[in-house]
Structures are given as C-alpha cells and as structure tokens.
C-alpha cells in the first residue's frame, strides 16, 4: 500500500513520522495474517508520537504495534489507527554503570545484546522474546526463567491524550504474563537496574546459549506468534495440549506445531480466522480432558470477515 497522499487528515499536521491507509496487517505480524488498518502510523520518534496523541480525535481507536509477535489481527481488520513503534522509538542506551535505558520500540533481543556487551547481566533470557521492548514490559514476558519485572526501574507512560508520567517498578502491580497500568496507559520507554557480569563475553555466551536451547525446543523458522496460551499454575501448557490429543491437530493452513505443542504455524495460507478457531478447539479439548481453562497469552485484535 502507498503512503497516504493529499488531503491528509487534519489530524496529522505537523507530523513527522510515515501514515499508510487501507494497508494489510499481514505485513506487520508474525504469524503473516490479518486483514486491513484503517491507518497504521510510524511516529518520526517519541515526541511526534506525544504530538500525534495530542492532536488525533478521541472517536478514532488507537492501537500500539511492536514487532506483531504474540498478535493475532482477525482477517476483518481494524476499525481505526495502528501505532507501529519499532522505527522511531529505538532509542537505547546504558548508563550510570548498570542501569539501561530503551525505548518501546527496541527489540528485546536487542535489549539483551546491548546488555551483555556492556557487561552487564541479568536479562540474557530476552534474546529469546520475539518481540519489543515495549511487549515485553507490557505482558512482563519471559524465557527460560526469567521474568522482565524482575530487572524494571522504572518506565515512561504516555496517556491517550498525550500526558506524559513516569512511574516507578514500586507503583506497578505485576504479574506473571501481566501488568496492571493506568487505563488508556501505554508504555514509552523503560530502565532496567542490571548486574555487572564477569566480563562481556559471558554475557554473550550464554545467550548463544539460550538461542540454541530455543531453536531445539521451538518451531523459530516456521510463521508463528510465540507462545499461545500462558502456562497454569504448576503446569505446562504445552503438556496439556499434547495430553489432550491436539498436538498436530489443524485447521485450514493453521496446525499446531509437532515440536512444541504451545505453538501455532501458518504453513503459508492460513487465515486469521484458521488460527482463531483453533486457539478455540484447543481450548474446548484441554477443558475437557483435564478441567483446566486454558488463558490465550497472545493479543487478539480487529474484526471478524
């Protein structure tokens, strides 16, 4: 799809950043699905995105994208505007020794390089997010043991209507796979109080680490959207999906992977609406056969077709 051209919308004057219409979703998740945006805006950087939510009507829904892993876009598209972070909020930076400071649109693998050659430790597991910054202080999203809220200082929120706070780690309820933040909150930029590590290069080691783990353990070449479910108290997701029979089970282009049972694959030509009946089908059996209501880890956004 081409760049909004003349008339723009009032909305947008003095805005630096990029405004697509009508543009497919299928570009922007991981799982290669999803029908169309209204809008979908790259902010120049974070204060064109605080120029942006000053200035946009309040009837016009808002909803802030990162590298579109855990998302799925139904294949009815979204009634509204699409915020897309990566490009313009990637500031990152280290210092007073330990602490990093990154913008919501970094990656968390970046997070965890950047981390490691500064020699500081803590948040290696971040390599294996597929996702950004800003997703994974959102969801407090972890690997491999780690939990992102472990290592918060604090973070930059940004309101619907522009109005900037910044908020401690002691002021945010977190959770496993969840934050509790200020309605109609979302997060700019966050600081991490990390370790100091041996030397760099163990940093890097044990993220090389960790990434073969991940590659053995998870379908990483194959479309997919992370995790699906969270895992239930003192369980596994995965081993109740394969203990309910579903692991391989498909619908349309949309099968659940053989190699790990937590995890969905668009083989190529899945529709949204494929992998959403079978969130549902893998949800209905894992109830049946073992009682437990699996929860959907992943963000479900848009219209139906």
């Known amino acids: 799809m081409a760049s909004y051209q003349s008339p723009m919308p009032h909305f947008m004057d003095g805005l630096r950043g990029k405004l697509l219409v009508n543009e497919s979703m299928s570009r922007y998740t991981s799982w290669r699905t999803g029908g169309i945006a209204d809008y979908l805006y790259t902010p120049a950087d974070k204060q064109d995105l605080v120029r942006l ?14 590298l579109g892993s855990n998302l799925l876009v139904r294949d009815g598209g979204i009634r509204g505007m699409v915020l897309k972070t990566t490009k313009g909020l990637n500031d990152i930076y280290i210092h007073d020794d330990r602490m990093l400071y990154a913008e919501s649109g970094v990656s968390s693998a970046r997070v965890a390089r950047v981390s490691a050659r500064n020699g500081l430790s803590g948040v ?3 390599a294996g997010v ?30 619907r209507s522009g109005e900037i706070c910044q908020l401690s780690a002691s002021e945010v309820n977190y959770h496993y796979r969840s934050v509790d933040l200020p309605e109609h909150y979302w997060i700019l ?63 349309g282009d949309a099968v659940v992977s053989e190699v790990h049972a937590n995890f969905i694959i668009n083989r190529g030509k899945a529709t949204s609406s494929d992998i959403e009946v079978l969130i549902e089908d893998v949800k209905e059996k894992v109830l049946n056969t073992s009682g437990i209501a699996l929860k959907p880890e992943v963000r479900i956004l848009g219209e139906h077709k």
């Open 189 to 251: 930029s966050g600081e991490l109080r990390l370790e100091v590590s041996t030397s760099d290069q163990q940093g890097r080691e044990k993220i090389r680490s960790l990434l073969d783990k991940r590659s053995q353990s998870q379908p990483v070449q194959s479309a997919n959207a992370g995790s699906v479910f969270r895992n239930p108290q003192g369980d596994f997701a995965a081993r109740l999906i394969e203990q309910a029979g579903m692991k391989g089970a498909v619908c």
């Open 53 to 66: 939510l000053k200035q946009i009507p309040s009837d016009i829904d808002l909803y802030w994208v990162g």
């Open 124 to 126: 290696e597991f971040l």
């Open 130 to 159: 597929p996702g950004s910054f800003g997703g994974a202080l959102t969801m407090n999203a972890g690997a491999f043991g780690g939990e992102t809220w472990e290592w918060v200082d604090s973070i930059e929120c940004v309101s």
